[in-house]
C-alpha cells in the first residue's frame, strides 16, 4: 500500500512570493484581531445593558404598604428594562457571533503562516538566502 502524501500548495512558489504571502497573511490576523477586540466591545456593552435592564425591572415592581406587589407593566422603568434586554440580547448575540468567526479565520491563519514560514526556513537553509 502506498501512502499518498498531499502535495503542499506552496511548495512550488519562490522565496519572494512566499515572503508575499506571508505578508499579506499577517496583515490579514492584524485585521481579525481588530474585529475580535470589537466584537468583545459588543458584548462587553451587552452585558451591561443586561445589568441595567435588570435594575430596572427591579424598578418597575409594585409596593403595596412596603410590600412587592407585583410589576408594573405600564410603567417606564418596565419599558426601558424591555429596551434594555432586548438591545443586550442583540448585542451579546452579534458580538458573540463576529467574535467566533474572526476566532476561527484567524486559527486557519496561524496554520498556514506556520506553513509559509516552515517552507521559507527551508529555502534559506537551501539556498543560504
Do not use: W
Not at 72 to 100: H, K, M, Q, Y
Amino acid at each position: 500500500m502506498e501512502e499518498v502524501k498531499e502535495e503542499n500548495k506552496y511548495e512550488s512558489l519562490s522565496y519572494d512570493e512566499l515572503s508575499q504571502i506571508s505578508r499579506d497573511d499577517h496583515q490579514e490576523d492584524v485585521r481579525q484581531y481588530d474585529k475580535q477586540q470589537n466584537a468583545l466591545c459588543l458584548v462587553v456593552i451587552g452585558a451591561i445593558c443586561l445589568i441595567c435592564g435588570a435594575l430596572f425591572i427591579i424598578l418597575s415592581f409594585k409596593r403595596k404598604n412596603n410590600k412587592m406587589a407585583g410589576l408594573d407593566f405600564t410603567s417606564l422603568p418596565f419599558f426601558v428594562s424591555i429596551a434594555c434586554f432586548v438591545a443586550a440580547a442583540a448585542l451579546l448575540t452579534i458580538g458573540l457571533i463576529r467574535f467566533f468567526k474572526a476566532h476561527n479565520i484567524r486559527k486557519a491563519l496561524e496554520v498556514e503562516i506556520m506553513e509559509v514560514t516552515r517552507l521559507k526556513t527551508a529555502m534559506m537553509a537551501e539556498n543560504n538566502y
